[in-house]
């Protein structure tokens, strides 16, 4: 039975899915203004993981996740450059699908933009205003009326008094109330504009993702996700507007999904602290499948501090996973009738199951990835003893285990990325040739060739291990 914590109920709910069979997923996405920095990519590989999770499990998923494209952010940046807004957005759209595919994050069923629902965005505009929830100004600008809506705060736990005291906004006499937020936004001299019943102008931020989640998934879907830093005010607006356009308080999503952010040296990261870094650079230093495996060993909800040491301690814990894989590798190509693995097979199931359980209490991905190193332990012996030829091989049920533990990979999707896809076989031609002349001068007795071999090696982050079958090599 699957968990989820829902931010709405502020505990863990057992999840009933609207439509037995299938799960409906709306997810923000980014504005295009720049490279996505390495806190803006953990809500996304947290919503890979969870749909990897339910399609193994042979649900069907249907998956949103917006762009963003029309923004204050986008056309300074565009004003800055001389160019288009669009090109703006279009540039940064293509390197947020290079960074999101260099840390397997599968793409989502859609992407939809701004600008290409802006019919959608004013029939829901005009329909606040006929309900009552909005209002125009004369000057173009349309305000949602927080008053008129009764569960307003209900998301983020708040009353309208105390947002009003903490209230850290200039006060706009054309409101009426300090709280009331931009439906619709008169456009400024040199800013791009869409014609509306109210004039020229462009859309508020938190009307977009109410339309775009409403048309693509319905009046109704299971989840709705994005980082804490949603909370209020875009997700509280997004219900506010949604269910007073609907008229249904039970409408919108269901389930509400916050990942905690990524911290530098516990000061929440953010680009306006510029205390950022962007994916692009970190995979400069490190495979996608590192960072993609550093998220992912801490629980979605908890904070992450980011630092280069917590990102070499994945990488050596995630090298240990990879070796294990090596190892199955080399193991399942033999053949073997005897009975030494079924141990190791009844292990395997067990973990297995153990795996799904931690997925199944609020997608535990850090107590799932401990069964791993579990098998992987597990094989390791297992590998020794049948290479050192204390057992004999038993390619059946080791075959089992083999099964269960890429099964728990898939999900978490690590073991997707290899060198050899990019360089034909190249690198393991060179560490052949390389092994070859360390073994000749060991043979030869020429200890400091073979040392400096060795060494040279290891400063590249590459590690020999002699097996009983031969020389190994694998990355650091």
Same mark, same amino acid.
């Given at each position: ?49 969870? @749909?990897?999770?339910? +399609? ?5 998923? $249907? !998956? /949103?996740? &917006?762009?963003?494209?029309?923004? #204050? ?6 004003? @800055?450059?001389?160019? +288009? ?5 279009? $540039? !940064? /759209?293509? &390197?947020?699908?290079?960074?999101? #595919? ?19 965005? /004013? ?6 205003? #006929? ?346």
């Amino acid at each position: 039975m699957l968990k989820v914590y829902n931010t709405m109920t502020r505990e863990k709910e057992e999840f009933k899915p609207l439509k037995k069979g299938e799960v409906s997923i709306y997810c923000c996405g980014v504005t295009p203004y720049n490279d996505p920095h390495i806190g803006n990519a953990r809500p996304f590989v947290t919503w890979d993981v969870i @749909r990897r999770y339910f +399609k193994k499990k042979g649900v069907k998923v $249907r !998956y /949103i996740q &917006n762009f963003t494209d029309v923004d #204050d952010k986008i056309i300074n940046t565009a004003n @800055r450059e001389g160019v +288009k807004w669009s090109d703006i957005a279009d $540039r !940064y /759209i293509a &390197n947020y699908f290079e960074a999101m #595919d260099a840390l397997n994050v599968r793409r989502a069923d859609l992407y939809p933009r701004v600008s290409e629902t802006m019919d959608d965005i /004013i029939e829901m505009v005009r329909t606040l205003i #006929d309900r009552g929830y909005a209002y125009a100004l004369g000057n173009g600008d349309v305000f949602y009326s927080v008053e008129k809506f009764e569960g307003y705060g209900k998301l983020s736990g708040r009353s309208l008094d105390d947002m009003q005291a903490g209230a850290r906004i200039e006060v706009d006499g054309r409101k009426h109330h300090p709280m009331d937020f931009a439906l619709w936004k008169a456009a400024k001299p040199g800013e791009p504009y869409w014609e509306s019943p109210w004039g020229r102008g462009r859309p508020g931020w938190h009307i977009e993702c109410s339309t775009m989640s409403l048309k693509y998934l319905g009046k109704k879907f299971d989840f709705h996700g994005g980082g804490s830093d949603l909370i209020f005010p875009h997700h509280e607006n997004e219900i506010a507007q949604s269910q007073a356009a609907l008229g249904d308080p039970c409408s919108f999503a269901q389930y509400w999904l916050h990942n905690g952010f990524i911290t530098i040296r516990n000061e929440k990261m953010s680009k306006s602290k510029n205390n950022f870094f962007t994916v692009k650079d970190i995979l400069k230093e490190y495979p996608g499948e590192v960072v993609r495996f550093f998220i992912l060993q801490t629980h979605y909800r908890s904070p992450l501090d980011f630092s280069d040491d917590r990102l070499k301690e994945a990488q050596t814990s995630l090298a240990r996973l990879q070796n294990t894989l090596g190892c199955m590798k080399e193991l399942s190509a033999k053949e073997g009738t005897a009975d030494t693995a079924k141990e190791l097979a009844k292990t395997a199931e067990d973990l297995l199951a153990a795996f799904y359980e931690a997925m199944d209490d609020d997608f535990n991905t850090a107590l799932a990835i401990s069964q791993l190193f579990a098998l992987s332990k597990e094989t390791n012996i297992y590998y020794q003893d049948v290479m050192g030829g204390a057992k004999a091989f038993d390619a059946e049920n080791f075959r089992k285990a083999c099964a269960a533990y890429e099964e728990m990979a898939s999900i978490i999707g690590i073991f997707e990325q290899t060198e050899e896809t990019a360089d034909d076989g190249m690198a393991d031609k060179l560490m052949d040739i390389l092994i070859g002349i360390r073994q000749s001068a060991r043979r030869e007795k020429n200890w400091a060739l073979a040392d400096r071999i060795r060494d040279a090696l290891r400063e590249a982050g590459i590690v020999l291990e002699d097996t009983p079958s031969g020389v190994r090599w694998r990355k650091a």
